[in-house]
């Protein structure tokens, strides 16, 4: 597993690009599971938390399907 450290003003949506580069709400719920607390600190991060990252597989590109065509 990969770990990261927080910024001052970081979110949990941009912890999961960076490291993931996805950050939907399966990767989103992973990550609170392996970090118990951190929801404590409210939603903009303070510098210095070290976060552990889900192993997840690559989000499938989601498809759009045009009705008219």
Known sequence: M??????D???ISNIL???LKRNDDEAESA???LNPGLEN???VLPA???ITLPV???KAPET??????
Do not use: A, Q, Y
């Open 9 to 11: 003003g970081d979110t």
């Open 64 to 69: 759009v399907v045009n009705v008219w065509d």
């Open 48 to 50: 210095g938390i070290e």
């Open 17 to 19: 690009w960076m490291g």
């Open 41 to 43: 600190h409210g939603p």
């Open 31 to 33: 990550l609170f599971d």
């Open 2 to 7: 990969k770990t990261m450290r927080s910024r």
């Open 56 to 58: 997840m597989p690559e």
